[in-house]
């Protein structure tokens, strides 16, 4: 079987969330795992001197207009968070927790969390909301609520995002499928023909 | 018969070279005429905030090597220019002028000017380059030197740049469809489904 395709996204990324709706078809139609890798793009920003879309003049605006015309071009319950960006600390260092005991599991509590924050406009930076996320896939919450302040996924959340940036990480969402890096929700097509044909 | 949609290049952008590529096809797949636009853009980067691809760290060396395999994907013929970027501003001023009298050959002049510096790495900055390629496709070499140094052709390229900005225009391609603005050559199936459908 071929390697898995690394999905890095942030949680607070609109883009990412649209990925993370197409994540599943991907793996099937490609016929390859993959591998969901969650990050604070934050830290890679500062690598490579981006910046949020919504912070840049014109980009940002053409941004917010973009998000909702993609949500109605591929049926995505969408609306703009009151809060946005967020600091998504608490339900990334969740995902890591998780990842490392049942990628599945973890795979169904970030979806929880994208459609909590673009879906609901809830506030995934709250604690008390991702246990209770959590808790609606079938996660403990006495236990997902210390692992979100345990200073090993805090960790954990740091050297994945560090890695993520060898990688060539720079944006949110960003594939990586057989060392071949590809930043964007856009360029899906191309990560699954990729992966099919092992590159071009 | 529904409005044109609107192509925003700067002939000095590897992207909207692949995307001049596929722009016929998109014009018969839509039913639509596709307008050429020629626009200075650094000038809507100086509006935007944005830079260059390649004065980007990380980013620019991804968009490097991205080029190189967009091109092979979509069977383009591709060289990275010696120099790049170049000031475009000889070939786009030519453009306009021949905009004004005949679409068609307009085109037929600017695809010339996007296979010489992307295929055949030619500097498209020098003025007798320029003529040259006009006068492969048909066109007076004294009145295109003329025109490429006018003040009335300086001045139309300015004002065209600063209208495409009015538009939003942030990046190059810049596709607008009935009033709606899409970036990047990556979203050319998008605009053939907002032209054809008028909009979702």
Known sequence: ????????????????YFAALQADDLAWRSGREVAWKAIMIGSAFRASGNKPLVDQPIKGAYARHDWERVARLINAPYRMPDRFPVASLAPSRAFWWLADRDQAL?????????????????????LALVVQL??????????????????????????????????????????????????????????????????W
Chains 1, 2 share one sequence.
């Open 134 to 199: 959590g808790r609606t896939v079938g996660i403990d919450p006495a236990a997902l609520e210390a692992a979100a302040q345990d200073a090993v996924w805090k960790q954990r959340l740091k050297d994945e995002t560090e890695t993520a940036i060898e990688q060539g990480v720079f944006g949110s969402p960003f594939f990586v499928v057989d060392g071949e890096g590809f930043w964007g929700a856009d360029r899906m097509a191309m990560v699954e023909d990729w992966a099919k044909r092992g590159g």
């Open 1 to 16: 079987m071929s390697d898995a395709i690394s999905f890095y996204f942030d949680f607070s990324s609109p883009y990412a």
């Open 106 to 126: 973890a795979q169904r509590f970030a979806k929880a969390v994208f459609h909590a924050y673009f879906a609901e406009g809830e506030d995934i930076s709250d």
